[in-house]
């Protein structure tokens, strides 16, 4: 079903909150509940749905586990908007949205304004392995105050084994859905992890986005590791557009603690592999593995950003210590989103 009988409200219409096209992001999430409008219809607005929700600081699951679940008022997901904000919003990123709804330009800065935080030394190793890690980009005084909200949020103990595996309605596997926090959202803000993105994307208009956060327990023979294990987050349809993810450590992870995992290097040989794989075969069902996968150690406040054409996934944790972890990233409005997903 297209999008073309459907009657939607425009983009430019106001609300109460004094955010464009929230009603019409509102109004899809409706028609898709209902049938009336394909899950994959309207793709070219995905970037400012998620641009939408990044400006009003809410995670994506979230947003849609409420759109599917609730009455359909929208004064109610206005109303949601400000609880889980705590009325709180920001009126400049706000303001900065509306202007590009309404005239749809981005406001992208001189490369000459940007601070490079990046030596030369890591653009190289960035060029040949895709991936690069900026070392404390957060204070272990901050990390240490987030493992703290992730563990009051689930109720846990940092230091007490017995807590680790108790089941919580907002633990998915090693994911936890705790999005709006004073501590999560401080991270955010790490001016090193701005500056690491915005070299990389040779501008300065990026949106943070508002992820999870990560609690990933040593394994035990009651339960194991849940995954994800590698995998790639975006359409591997040729050629894979720029773009970036992010993963910051909030406790030092060893080697064995379940660390970070991904394929050095495979966005210089993504292209070339999937040309040659035999026809109709599935590049997700091949053996990742088998690519070269290395896990990534590094210490409490270290961020580690990587080329999103890099297969990558976390590990099993055989060590005796928790791995704490929050997902942070950056991206302009117009990154580009390829059409089909494969």
């Given at each position: 079903?297209?999008?073309?009988?459907?009657?939607?409200?425009?983009?430019?219409?106001?609300?109460?909150?004094?955010?464009?096209?929230?009603?019409?992001?509102?109004?899809?999430?409706?028609?898709?509940?209902?049938?009336?409008?394909?899950?994959?219809?309207?793709?070219?607005?995905?970037?400012?749905?998620?641009?939408?929700?990044?400006?009003?600081?809410?995670?994506?699951?979230?947003?849609?586990?409420?759109?599917?679940?609730?009455?359909?008022?929208?004064?109610?997901?206005?109303?949601?908007?400000?609880?889980?904000?705590?009325?709180?919003?920001?009126?400049?990123?706000?303001?900065?949205?509306?202007?590009?709804?309404?005239?749809?330009?981005?406001?992208?800065?001189?490369?000459?304004k940007r601070k490079n935080i990046l030596t030369e030394e890591d653009m190289d190793f960035w060029n040949a392995h895709g991936y690069v890690i900026i070392r404390n980009a957060v204070s272990k005084e901050?990390?240490?105050?987030?493992?703290?909200?992730?563990?009051?949020?689930?109720?846990?103990?940092?230091?007490?084994?017995?807590?680790?595996?108790?089941?919580?309605?907002?633990?998915?596997?090693?994911?936890?859905?705790?999005?709006?926090?004073?501590?999560?959202?401080?991270?955010?803000?790490?001016?090193?992890?701005?500056?690491?993105?915005?070299?990389?994307?040779?501008?300065?208009?990026?949106?943070?986005?508002?992820?999870r956060a990560g609690f990933n327990p040593p394994e035990t023979e009651r339960w194991k590791f849940p995954g994800p294990r590698l995998h790639w987050d975006v359409s591997l349809e040729l050629p894979i557009?720029?773009?970036?993810?992010?993963?910051?450590?909030?406790?030092?992870?060893?080697?064995?603690?379940?660390?970070?995992?991904?394929?050095?290097?495979?966005?210089?040989?993504?292209?070339?592999?999937?040309?040659?794989?035999?026809?109709?075969?599935?590049?997700?069902?091949?053996?990742?593995?088998?690519?070269?996968?290395?896990?990534?150690?590094?210490?409490?406040?270290?961020?580690?950003?990587?080329?999103?054409?890099?297969?990558?996934?976390?590990?099993?944790?055989?060590?005796?210590?928790?791995?704490?972890?929050?997902?942070?990233?950056?991206?302009?409005?117009?990154?580009?989103?390829?059409?089909?997903?494969?």
């Amino acid at each position: 079903m297209e999008a073309g009988p459907v009657n939607l409200v425009e983009s430019a219409e106001p609300c109460s909150l004094g955010v464009l096209h929230l009603k019409r992001f509102w109004e899809k999430g409706l028609l898709k509940r209902s049938g009336k409008l394909e899950p994959g219809a309207l793709k070219d607005e995905w970037k400012i749905d998620t641009t939408l929700l990044a400006v009003l600081g809410l995670g994506l699951e979230q947003t849609l586990r409420y759109q599917f679940e609730s009455p359909g008022e929208f004064k109610e997901f206005e109303h949601w908007i400000l609880t889980v904000n705590k009325a709180g919003l920001n009126r400049d990123k706000i303001e900065e949205f509306n202007n590009y709804i309404l005239n749809r330009n981005t406001t992208r800065q001189k490369a000459g304004k940007r601070k490079n935080i990046l030596t030369e030394e890591d653009m190289d190793f960035w060029n040949a392995h895709g991936y690069v890690i900026i070392r404390n980009a957060v204070s272990k005084e901050d990390c240490e105050i987030a493992i703290e909200a992730i563990c009051d949020f689930m109720d846990i103990k940092s230091e007490d084994p017995s807590t680790w595996y108790h089941p919580h309605p907002s633990r998915q596997g090693i994911m936890v859905q705790l999005f709006q926090d004073p501590a999560l959202e401080r991270n955010r803000q790490s001016p090193s992890i701005r500056a690491a993105y915005e070299q990389l994307w040779q501008r300065t208009d990026l949106w943070v986005n508002t992820d999870r956060a990560g609690f990933n327990p040593p394994e035990t023979e009651r339960w194991k590791f849940p995954g994800p294990r590698l995998h790639w987050d975006v359409s591997l349809e040729l050629p894979i557009p720029f773009g970036l993810q992010g993963i910051l450590y909030l406790s030092d992870t060893a080697a064995n603690q379940g660390p970070f995992t991904l394929v050095p290097g495979f966005q210089n040989q993504i292209e070339i592999w999937i040309k040659n794989l035999p026809p109709n075969m599935n590049p997700r069902n091949e053996d990742i593995y088998a690519l070269g996968a290395i896990p990534i150690a590094a210490n409490a406040g270290d961020f580690i950003i990587w080329h999103h054409a890099l297969p990558h996934g976390s590990s099993p944790n055989t060590s005796s210590l928790p791995r704490f972890v929050q997902y942070i990233n950056l991206e302009p409005l117009d990154a580009v989103v390829s059409e089909n997903w494969i």
